[in-house]
């Protein structure tokens, strides 16, 4: 058991200089793993000051063709794509939604259009065959990379830790079960 309700002996660590968090706010490899609806919210906003600086370069860019397969090819997708695949979806919301709004924006100065209408927006996420722009909306495929990457993992999980079961709601993390409903650890 963790955080407040832990009565574990620490005082060596401590004795050591070693602060101990028992907040239940915890990010592994840079990604959350849980935590109170104002740590996710606090992840999301660092999150995207560095991806806001990224679509501010592209739209410097003064090529439009070139600026557009910037879009398409990184622009931080492959950062939040990572998110995606370690997070559950309703934990990354404000970051998915804030990332799909500078997206779209980022695409409407591009495409010359300050207001892309719905199905205009639909289409650009389309592949070239379909008439589209091939623009991946993170929201899009943030619960097939997170399903695909628990699939992947899940026996590798389960050797580690033979108490490991996939879709079981996680014990002891705080706002989990009101942020990811069925999903856990």
């Not at 050591?16 to 915890?26: C, E, P, Q, T, V």
């Not at 995606?84 to 500078?102: K, Q, T, Y």
Request: glycine residues 12%; hydrophobic residues 40%; positive net charge.
């Amino acid at each position: 058991m963790g955080g407040e309700g832990f009565d574990g002996a620490v005082s060596e660590f401590e004795t050591m200089g070693i602060s101990i968090d028992r907040s239940m706010n915890i990010s592994f490899m840079k990604a959350p793993v849980c935590g109170s609806q104002d740590f996710l919210q606090q992840f999301s906003k660092d999150k995207m000051v560095a991806i806001k600086k990224v679509f501010e370069g592209i739209k410097g860019i003064r090529g439009r063709h070139v600026g557009l397969y910037l879009l398409r090819t990184c622009a931080n997708v492959c950062r939040v794509v990572y998110y995606c695949r370690a997070v559950p979806r309703e934990m990354l919301a404000e970051l998915l939604d804030d990332f799909d709004h500078e997206l779209r924006e980022a695409v409407e100065e591009f495409v010359g259009l300050t207001l892309l209408k719905e199905n205009q927006w639909a289409q650009a996420t389309l592949l070239t065959k379909g008439g589209g722009l091939v623009i991946k909306e993170a929201r899009g495929v943030a619960d097939a990379a997170y399903a695909a990457s628990r699939g992947m993992t899940a026996e590798a999980s389960k050797n580690m830790d033979p108490r490991h079961v996939l879709g079981r709601k996680r014990k002891g993390c705080r706002d989990w079960g009101k942020l990811s409903g069925s999903w856990g650890w």
